[in-house]
């Protein structure tokens, strides 16, 4: 029908995609659904009818670098929903790296979809990928599912608006020259800015190099817990394979899933909110969108929002969130888990003005600690959506070294691991330093007895010191076994075998050469990322 149709309009210069994309979305309307259409860009005017294919794009590092900039500037004639290749089209294979930093992309994007051409080498099955990556990209994604409050909520605002939730960093910074010329970098929705990877990292030190541009404000990098101030340049940020360069504004409020997959991914029952550090003094709001998912009754509004506050006290101890009461349709009760990232564990946790005890126990109502990225984690029992719900959060001050050692504690213990893991192949000889297992157990000692963070991060700075200086010492150590050729570092390998001998000692030797650069780089990130 739609054929015919086609050809009895005759009309010059229509863009028959175009016109194909208008009967596609006005069919699904007609029967009262709410329209989708994933196709072709049908030219100027088709942000009507998204969601767009950007094409047969190549499986390489240049394609996946243009990405960002090309979907960010899209905004720019309203076009909000690019959907990618992830992993490229063609030739079809892709390194693993490159598509471990392609999923990640994927994740902060409008639309998150793989696919390939045919072609047995192209795997696209994240779980079919060794280890690390593997488990790196299969975390990504879990990471895209608990966002969706986030982007269901922005993808309200770009239809109420008719700003694309994702869009360059022009757009809020017009004045900034650092705005236009950063590429790479783009505004995802009211609270984050994104800097995807899109380079391979340093074969040696297994990190990636990244020119950031930290806007004007105060944001916090999500992956490593570092306080940042704007705007300036950060030219010489490095990141492991798991990270990606996150900035969320100080005090952000960030709705979430709970859970990726099974019952508490529901959110009718239960909503994750994530609170970022606020300045004394400092208030924030997010307003979550919900509505039935089907139909286009959300056209007229039929919808409900939740209004999430948080407020610091002027002497920076006291934290108060209030959850509700929920406007328009929606559930009759609802839980909570409420997520306090990158700051202190509390002294005390009172809800509707009853005290929270402190537990170690998942899915029970009470707070605990995650040591690892100093995150406190409140769950909050179901309770009527129609009145609020008031969190208390106290805080004891934090010391001038306690404060020196929260900031990018997550990044450096994340360095820390990697040079634990990079001296792995040597444990047949000798245990790694203990000063590096006591610095990269810092994390799990605070998630056991919360009270002592204050005295572990007023320590961290000096253990990773400590722990630099006993895995050189360690490094060089080993260094000298490897070319003295203990069977303990060739086990398998024929002695006798002189290129098989000279490959395995350029791989332990590479080992102990990340090893030191990884503790180099967390010794020096955090001043780094101060502006130190």
């Given at each position: 029908h739609q054929s015919r149709v086609l050809r009895s309009l005759h009309l010059p210069g229509l863009n028959p995609t175009w016109w194909l994309n208008y009967l596609h979305f006005m069919e699904q309307a007609s029967q009262g659904a709410r329209p989708l259409v994933f196709h072709r860009w049908g030219g100027l005017g088709n942000h009507h009818y998204q969601i767009g294919f950007s094409g047969d794009t190549h499986a390489n590092w240049a394609s996946l670098a243009f990405q960002p900039w090309f979907t960010a500037t899209a905004a720019n004639v309203g076009y909000a929903y690019w959907s990618h290749d992830i992993g490229g089209h063609a030739p079809g294979a892709v390194g693993p790296e490159l598509y471990t930093r392609w999923i990640q992309f994927g994740v902060y994007s409008p639309v998150f979809r793989t696919h390939t051409t045919k072609n047995p080498d192209a795997e696209r099955r994240v779980w079919a990928y060794p280890e690390p990556y593997s488990d790196i990209m299969q975390d990504a994604i879990r990471r895209r599912a608990l966002l969706f409050p986030y982007l269901y909520t922005e993808a309200r605002r770009t239809y109420d608006t008719g700003v694309a939730f994702l869009h360059p960093l022009y757009y809020d910074w017009p004045e900034n020259d650092e705005a236009y010329a950063t590429r790479g970098e783009y505004?995802?929705?009211?609270?984050?800015?994104?800097?995807?990877?899109?380079?391979?990292?340093?074969?040696?030190?297994?990190?990636?190099?990244?020119?950031?541009?930290?806007?004007?404000?105060?944001?916090?990098?999500?992956?490593?817990?570092?306080?940042?101030?704007?705007?300036?340049?950060?030219?010489?940020?490095?990141?492991t394979l798991e990270q990606t360069p996150v900035l969320v504004k100080e005090g952000a409020i960030v709705p979430q899933r709970v859970a990726a997959t099974g019952a508490d991914a529901c959110l009718a029952a239960r909503l994750g909110v994530e609170v970022w550090p606020l300045k004394p003094g400092q208030s924030s709001r997010y307003d979550v969108y919900d509505d039935t998912v089907q139909g286009t009754s959300y056209q007229k509004d039929v919808s409900a929002r939740l209004p999430i506050q948080a407020f610091r006290s002027a002497d920076g101890s006291d934290l108060r969130i209030v959850i509700g009461p929920v406007q328009g349709a929606s559930a009759p009760a609802r839980a909570y888990e409420l997520r306090l990232p990158a700051d202190l564990p509390p002294q005390s946790v009172r809800v509707n003005g009853h005290p929270l005890?402190?537990?170690?126990?998942?899915?029970?109502?009470?707070?605990?600690?995650?040591?690892?990225?100093?995150?406190?984690?409140?769950?909050v029992a179901a309770s009527a959506v129609r009145k609020p719900v008031v969190i208390e959060v106290s805080r004891s001050p934090v010391s001038e070294a306690a404060s020196v050692g929260r900031d990018g504690f997550q990044g450096r213990l994340t360095l820390l691991r990697a040079a634990y893991d990079a001296l792995a192949p040597f444990e047949r000889l000798h245990a790694a330093p203990d000063a590096l297992v006591l610095a990269m157990?810092?994390?799990?000692?605070?998630?056991?007895?919360?009270?002592?963070?204050?005295?572990?991060?007023?320590?961290?700075?000096?253990?990773?010191?400590?722990?630099?200086?006993?895995?050189?010492?360690?490094?060089?150590?080993?260094?000298?076994?490897?070319?003295?050729?203990?069977?303990?570092?060739f086990y398998g390998i024929d002695r006798h075998d002189a290129q098989a001998m000279a490959e395995r000692a350029a791989i332990l030797h590479a080992a102990l050469n990340r090893a030191r650069s990884l503790m180099t780089e967390a010794v020096s990130s955090g001043s780094e990322l101060r502006g130190g």
């Open positions: 505004v995802f929705g009211e609270q984050m800015v994104v800097a995807p990877v899109t380079a391979p990292s340093d074969p040696r030190t297994g990190l990636a190099e990244q020119t950031l541009w930290v806007p004007p404000g105060s944001w916090i990098d999500a992956s490593s817990g570092a306080r940042l101030e704007g705007s300036r340049l950060l030219k010489r940020h490095y990141n005890a402190f537990t170690d126990r998942v899915k029970v109502s009470g707070w605990r600690y995650d040591g690892n990225t100093l995150t406190t984690i409140i769950s157990q810092t994390g799990d000692r605070m998630a056991y007895h919360p009270a002592s963070a204050p005295t572990e991060l007023a320590s961290f700075n000096g253990r990773v010191s400590d722990a630099q200086s006993a895995v050189a010492a360690h490094a060089d150590m080993l260094a000298k076994a490897v070319d003295q050729k203990l069977k303990q570092l």
